[in-house]
């Protein structure tokens, strides 16, 4: 499926209700039962309105147990490479994923958050821009910022910890899985975020976050915080 298709699903028809409702069914029951994900803070995320979720990234299966904390539909950025195959990015894309192009600026991928927001979504972002695993928590990139900055939806940050220890090889393994999202927290709304502005209202999300991995047992953060390169939706 050509890329441009999936920002365009996403942007003017969103997720499919039957597909996603189903599958986060069948999805759920493992998530719950068979990793014993504990699944804390679920009511601090709004069930109307925009908001993006702001969570580290360890593991593949991350967006599904994030997604089961969710009331309603989820639509999250996912890397570029999985849109590849036609039958896989019709099915992610059918359940409300949309592509990035990591490791650079991607402007078409800011623009489909954008919109989603606009029309008061929920949009998954994991700010770090790819997984990020053992240890401490990555380092961010703006663009979650950006688009708190410039939509004034609230962010909702979230820590994941244990799910990188579930794969092994082909086989997922019944590892503990937790989750805990916090207080939403909202940002003034500007029309243009500078990128100083972006990076200072970066630092204050991310602590957030690493406030929600600490408390779940997470190794503290190296001492760089943010990085500086132009800001990307990751």
């Known amino acids: 499926m050509d890329q441009a298709v999936s920002h365009r699903r996403a942007r003017t028809r969103g997720a499919n209700p039957v597909l996603y409702w189903v599958v986060r069914a069948l999805v759920e029951l493992p998530i719950r039962f ?34 089961t904390m969710a009331r309603r539909p989820v639509y999250y950025v996912a890397k570029s490479e999985l849109f590849a195959n036609p039958v896989i990015a019709r099915l992610i894309t059918a359940l409300g994923a949309f592509p990035v192009r990591r490791g650079e600026g991607d402007g078409e991928a800011i623009q489909t958050a954008r919109q989603l927001l606009e029309s008061g979504q929920l949009v998954l972002i994991f ?71 972006a990076a200072a209202a ?21 001492q760089q915080a943010t990085d500086p390169r132009p800001a990307r939706v990751g």
């Open 34 to 67: 068979y990793f014993r994900t504990a699944r804390l803070g679920r009511e601090h995320i709004p069930a109307h309105g925009p908001a993006i979720i702001a969570a580290n990234h360890r593991s593949f299966i991350d967006p599904w147990v994030i997604g």
């Open 127 to 197: 700010p770090e821009g790819t997984r990020t695993r053992p240890g401490p928590l990555g380092v961010p990139r703006r663009g979650v910022a950006r688009l708190a900055l410039e939509t004034g939806a609230p962010v909702i940050p979230l820590a994941i910890i244990g799910t990188d220890a579930v794969r092994r090889g082909l086989i997922l393994r019944p590892r503990r899985i937790r989750a805990r999202a916090g207080l939403p927290l909202r940002l003034p709304r500007v029309p243009e975020a500078s990128p100083a502005l």
């Open 202 to 222: 970066l630092e204050h999300i991310w602590r957030r976050v690493e406030l929600q991995w600490e408390w779940l047992g997470g190794q503290p953060r190296r």
